[in-house]
Structure formats: structure tokens, C-alpha cells
Nanobody, 123 residues
Framework: VQLQASGGGLVQAGGSLRLSCAASGRTFSTYNMGWFRQAPGKEREFVAM????????DHAESVKGRFTISRDNAKSTVYLQMNNLKLEDTALYYC?????????????????WGQGTQVTVSS
């Protein structure tokens, strides 16, 4: 599967963005999808994940209550709605995919990665 992330940009603190990740191929509905982010000088970290059918998901503690992951299998797209953005949310955001039957939290769990979309939050 090939992944294309979009929707990043410059936003003021407290604002919102919605990231999208479009997947190619006809088997999108069989993949669990995740969002990760990487700030300058830091390791890539887990943000959110949703299972293949969309009935199970999880979010990092740092974004719970502010970010929401969702998917539309008919459009082969996964979304990350980000509200109440904070300065510390500034990072390059990546979408990722893998098959499997549970929630996956680490970079090494995912086989397929998009190119990243930059989110910059200003004060």
C-alpha cells in the first residue's frame, strides 16, 4: 500500500487542523492505520491508531480529548482531526499502515509509511 499524507500547515495555538492520509490499492480496508509525529531532535512518537474496520482506536495521552482518528474505507482515507492545538504539537506528522488484529503503538510495528505533512503551531 502507498500512503499520501496531507492537510498540514501553520495554525495558531488553540486552532484546528484535519490531516488526511490517502491510500492506494484495493485492500485499504484490511490495514490498521496509525499516525505518528516527529519533532526536530526527537524520536518519532505514536499519536493515534485505528483498526481495519474502524471500531477500535487509541490515542496518545498527550493528545487525548483533542485529537480524533477516523477512517473512511470507501475513500481509502484515514483522518486525524486535531483541535485545541498546542505549541508542542508542532512536528512532521506521518501516517502508517500494517495488517494485524490488535492496537499497535511502535514505529517498528508498521511496515508502510507516508511521506509526512508538517504541522506548525504558533503562539
Amino acid at each position: 500500500v502507498q500512503l499520501q499524507a496531507s492537510g498540514g500547515g501553520l495554525v495558531q495555538a488553540g486552532g484546528s487542523l484535519r490531516l488526511s492520509c490517502a491510500a492506494s490499492g484495493r485492500t485499504f480496508s484490511t490495514y490498521n492505520m496509525g499516525w505518528f509525529r516527529q519533532a526536530p531532535g526527537k524520536e518519532r512518537e505514536f499519536v493515534a491508531m485505528i483498526n481495519w474496520i474502524g471500531n477500535n482506536n487509541d490515542h496518545a495521552e498527550s493528545v487525548k480529548g483533542r485529537f480524533t482518528i477516523s477512517r473512511d474505507n470507501a475513500k481509502s482515507t484515514v483522518y486525524l482531526q486535531m483541535n485545541n492545538l498546542k505549541l508542542e504539537d508542532t512536528a512532521l506528522y506521518y501516517c502508517a499502515a500494517r495488517t494485524g488484529g490488535r492496537i499497535y503503538y511502535t514505529v517498528n510495528d508498521y511496515a508502510y509509511w507516508g511521506q509526512g505533512t508538517q504541522v506548525t503551531v504558533s503562539s
